[in-house]
């Protein structure tokens, strides 16, 4: 989240979530996604499929954290919209997250937008993955 903008210019709530990169804590992250896409009034498909993609997200980053790092998450709702920034910091520069899976099939699926991201500055290294979703699926 180091390029995020915390004040969002186009009028988003923002809620962010910092735990520890395990894989039990990821259904708190995805009981946030649920709760944020229910209260903006996403059909239950699109909740489903947003919790969906957030724990398939979560996990592939906690499967690629270094030792004690945090998983990061923010959730930028507009209206209509819900994006996600999920990072966690890794141990070297090298490592990446592949997008050759069947768990990233799965993201794209989900997620009406995913994009993998990384980051090396000041000699920390980050892996995130950004994804869109909106309320009502789009026709395909």
């Known amino acids: 989240m180091s390029d995020m903008d915390r004040t969002d210019p186009e009028g988003a709530s923002v809620v962010e979530v ?3 990169a395990t894989a039990a804590l990821i259904p708190t992250i ?14 239950l498909d699109a909740i489903s499929d947003l919790r969906m993609a ?6 592939t980053l906690v499967d690629v ?18 994006g996600v920034e999920a990072e966690v910091d890794v141990a070297g520069p090298d490592t990446s997250v592949s997008t050759d899976t069947f ?3 799965v993201l794209q699926t989900l ?4 994009e993998l991201v990384s980051s090396k ?3 920390r290294s980050t892996v995130g993955i950004k994804l869109d979703k909106r309320a009502a699926a789009l026709p395909r």
């Open 18 to 20: 910092r735990t520890a």
């Open 30 to 43: 995805r009981a946030v996604a649920s709760d944020l896409a229910a209260r903006a009034d996403f059909d």
């Open 54 to 59: 957030v724990d398939e997200a979560c996990a």
């Open 65 to 82: 954290a270094a030792p004690g790092s945090s998983l990061r998450c923010a959730f930028s709702v507009y209206g209509e919209r819900i």
């Open 103 to 105: 768990g990233w099939r």
């Open 111 to 114: 997620a009406d937008e995913v």
């Open 121 to 123: 500055e000041d000699g």
